[in-house]
T-cell receptor, first 110, second 114 residues
Framework: GENVEQHPSTLSVQEGDSAVIKCTYS??????FPWYKQELGKGPQLIID?????GEKKDQRIAVTLNKTAKHFSLHITETQPEDSAVYFC?????????FGAGTRLTVKP | EAEVAQSPRYKITEKSQAVAFWCDPI?????LYWYRQILGQGPELLVQ????????DSQLPKDRFSAERLKGVDSTLKIQPAELGDSAMYLC????????????FGQGTRLTVV
């Protein structure tokens, strides 16, 4: 089955700096890669996703890149703000199920 | 804005007791998922429904866990008997279909077994 690894487990940045979170996956059949943001006590919220026919996608300060050959994808947050502080999860999905990474706790220091 | 509804938000139960969680997916979403999230980890799939049918329950501990979605709309996840190790967040999510459409999560039920 699919195995998703996520790094780093914790990330601390200064407000205004960029943050990058990386994930690798094992199943070459995976073709959908969402990223979720989870705040304390809440369910994960989808923030951006990318499909395997696209190499990069951007939405304001958030971007995701996908390298199918290397089986890795990354989340990039620019101009970080304190409200970006949360746990971020990557996931990889084939047509059957979706597997999550272990999460990255991002702290943005004002 | 349509949301996935879950109840209760919090549940404390004694070990060996039965506990049940309820989920109402976004209207029109055929696929429903139950995930378990242990503190500090990513969500792990327990069971997946397509309409009223179970399509994946390979990770569901069937000796104590059961799930149903009788009319293909809302769903119930039950644990009987609860064990200390079941303490976790139980998340429900729904999507239009299994074919890689966005999955939307509810707020979750935080279960504490004492």
């Amino acid at each position: 089955g699919e195995n998703v690894e996520q790094h780093p487990s914790t990330l601390s940045v200064q407000e205004g700096d960029s943050a990058v979170i990386k994930c690798t996956y094992s199943d070459s059949a995976s073709n959908y890669f969402p990223w979720y943001k989870q705040e304390l006590g809440k369910g994960p919220q989808l923030i951006i996703d990318i499909r395997s026919n696209v190499g990069e996608k951007k939405d304001q300060r958030i971007a995701v890149t996908l390298n199918k050959t290397a089986k890795h994808f990354s989340l990039h947050i620019t101009e970080t703000q304190p409200e970006d502080s949360a746990v971020y999860f990557c996931a990889a999905s084939n047509n059957n199920d979706m597997r999550f990474g272990a999460g990255t706790r991002l702290t943005v220091k004002p | 804005e349509a949301e996935v509804a879950q109840s209760p938000r919090y549940k404390i139960t004694e070990k060996s007791q039965a506990v049940a969680f309820w989920c109402d997916p976004i209207s029109g979403h055929a696929t429903l998922y139950w995930y378990r999230q242990i503190l500090g980890q990513g969500p792990e799939l327990l069971v997946q429904f397509q309409d009223e049918s179970v399509v994946d329950d390979s990770q569901l501990p069937k000796d104590r866990f059961s799930a149903e979605r009788l009319k293909g709309v809302d769903s119930t996840l039950k644990i009987q008997p609860a064990e200390l190790g079941d303490s976790a967040m139980y998340l429900c999510a729904s999507s239009l279909s299994r074919a890689n459409t966005e999955a939307f999560f509810g707020q979750g039920t935080r279960l504490t077994v004492v």
